[in-house]
Nanobody, 123 residues
């Protein structure tokens, strides 16, 4: 079973930058596309950015042009570079693995979530 661990969160002033990392560990025969979500207090969890195996990326309109997702397959790590941060970016950021197929042989490929990392942007 694969585990995802986020890191890199913290407190920063508006206009600043942070880089989040999501490292995968453990064995799985499943293949995953990766994405970042966030959840602000009192709000539902929302999609931020995603990247697939071919390196194609997608972004929520609210972060387009400010955030950049990337991955290092050798390190099994996905990154989210966040620039020009705003107070409204304050949230817990979660890494998610979306399986490309639900089955790998007899193995069931489930969605995987990390534990989250707090990002606080002060204005």
């Amino acid at each position: 079973q694969v585990q995802l661990a986020e890191s890199g969160g913290g407190s920063v002033q508006a206009g600043g930058s942070l880089r989040l990392s999501c490292a995968a560990s453990g064995y799985t025969p499943c293949s995953y596309d990766m994405s970042w979500y966030r959840q602000a207090p009192g709000k539902e969890r929302e999609f931020v950015s995603g990247i697939d195996s071919a390196g194609s990326t997608s972004y929520a309109d609210s972060v387009l042009g400010r955030f950049t997702i990337s991955q290092d397959n050798a390190k099994k790590t996905v990154y989210l570079q966040m620039d020009s941060l705003k107070a409204e970016d304050t949230a817990i950021y979660y890494c998610k693995g979306d399986p490309r197929r639900r089955r790998a042989g007899t193995w069931y490929c489930a969605d995987n979530w990390g534990q989250g990392t707090q990002v606080t942007v002060s204005s």
